[in-house]
């Protein structure tokens, strides 16, 4: 098109003069160049502009066998044989579309991030599992990965649910009672609430606003001197608290395992809210915070269009903020090579990290401006919003056990994995059950906020994770069959010719490295599980209209089998990156 232009209107352009799109579904032909940057330098109309490139093209470019123009757009058809050497080219690529390892920036990603005062539930595990595909994507395309969560193991929530045990508890533990860590200490913040509400029914009964009541009740009071016994290191105090954690993290341990999540590094901000409270310190003796007269420090950020925020409790005590600073600090310490650190946190923190990274641009921190939230919407049921202190949270465990047994519902009733040894067949409802959680949760942009659906997610038809398993379980039993046929995908035939729908799946998987790329620069997941969508689609089209271990002409079928197999290994690279196992069988 350079050449072109020197040609034809005897200017050099730049690359991003040439503006190139993915075709519309009306037009005919392969990619699109947007003509009208180029009408100043043709000084013709842009038709006239089109039909003179289009027409260049053509002569002098060997893969360019057709052009239209439609208004302002030059619509140009490559070449059967242009589109069979790409297969060929990309024939013996193990994981196509990915970057070289590790050549490209760290980035750091952090997600999960629970407390320990309650089990994962179903937002939780919207969270991890954006974490988690983000980073499989950014690892894909080139980067340097490091896994990270900051354990949120100590402040006023911990205390509730450490004063409920000791209230109720009778020495409960998860030994006596049966019941996972994390599940025992949140029945205690429960109780914590139950007992909360009923006292503050009692202050307010006695002419007690309710705001005063929530800090005046008995239990208030007495987790709000937990946390002070806490800070000032009050053994019995902390002795209680490292023995309920405990119970948390292997609970936590069990439910990561489970879904096949890991960390590089774990914070906790324990460790870390010390650090905090000293960068506060330094910010107040700089004059770039304020302590007003009740002791309490804050920033005033009204000058940026925020707000003035609270940093640290007047009684001394830290916040969720305080522990952040310091957190960020000690990452930048840990890893100095960071180009981008990643929040994975929901969108009612948005504020929150607008603050916070104000806070650390203030305290002279560079790397402020390397850290981005990506906010996430919230998962709701259908009958309403999920409330941890009051117990309405769907379990993490719970529904993923859920899942499998749908999975088995379904599949049952569909004829699925009939055949199959009991033990391959109950394995394959949790692998199937897993899938269709992760993907229901990812196929939708993060920004937005969700309904689940168990039932509606498990589905071997349609835009769900179990219909793309079985797509790719297609390809493999074709590959299992087409070995008995001397199936060698060394070299593909660039006489066999292209009809329609073996050139649709071959475009579609041209399609795959810019997708990928788009989804790491967007950390937006969904537009991969769109695209593996779309590609189990078009390949299903495919196999409806081909004949392909029936095919009498050897280079016909090596090519469709070469097609089968590729498709199968970049479905299986795209629902990698959800996290999602693509099983052998179904």
Known sequence: MQKAAKELFGQDINEQQI???????????DVTLVVFPLVKISKKSPEQTGEAIGAYLKENVEDVVAFNVVKGFLNISLSEKFWLSFLNEINQQAHFGFAAVDSKPRVMVEFSSPNTNKPLHLGHLRNIFLGDSVSRTLRAAGHKISRV?????????????MLAWKMFGNGETPESCGLKGDKLVGKYYVAFDAEHKKQMKELIATGMSEDDAKQQTQMMLDAQDLLRKWEAGDEEVLALWRMMNSWVYEGFNETYNSISVAFDKLYYES???????????KGLSQGIFYKKEDKSVWIDLTDEGLDQKVLQRKDGTAMYITQDIGTALLRFRDFPDTAYQIYTVGNEQEYHFKVLFKVLKRLGFEQADKCYHLSYGMVELPDGKMKSREGTVVDADD???????????VAQEQGKLEGLPEDEKQSLYSVIGLGALKYFLLRVDPKKNMLFNPKESIDFNGNTGPSIQYTYVRTRAILRKGAEFGFNNVSIDLTAGLNKHEADLIKKIYEWPAVLEDAATSYNP?????????????YNSFYQENQILREENPAKRNLRLALTEKTGLVLKDTMGLLGIEMPERM
């Open 526 to 538: 969904a537009s991969i599980a769109h695209y593996s969508y779309e590609l189990a689609r078009t």
């Open 19 to 29: 503006q190139l799109q993915e075709i519309r579904k009306e037009f005919e032909g």
């Open 271 to 281: 460790e870390t809210y010390l650090l905090g409270k000293n960068e506060v310190e």
């Open 149 to 161: 969560q900051i354990i949120n193991d100590r402040g006023i929530h911990i205390c509730k649910s």
């Open 399 to 409: 529904l993923i056990a859920e899942m499998a047994n749908v999975a088995k519902e």
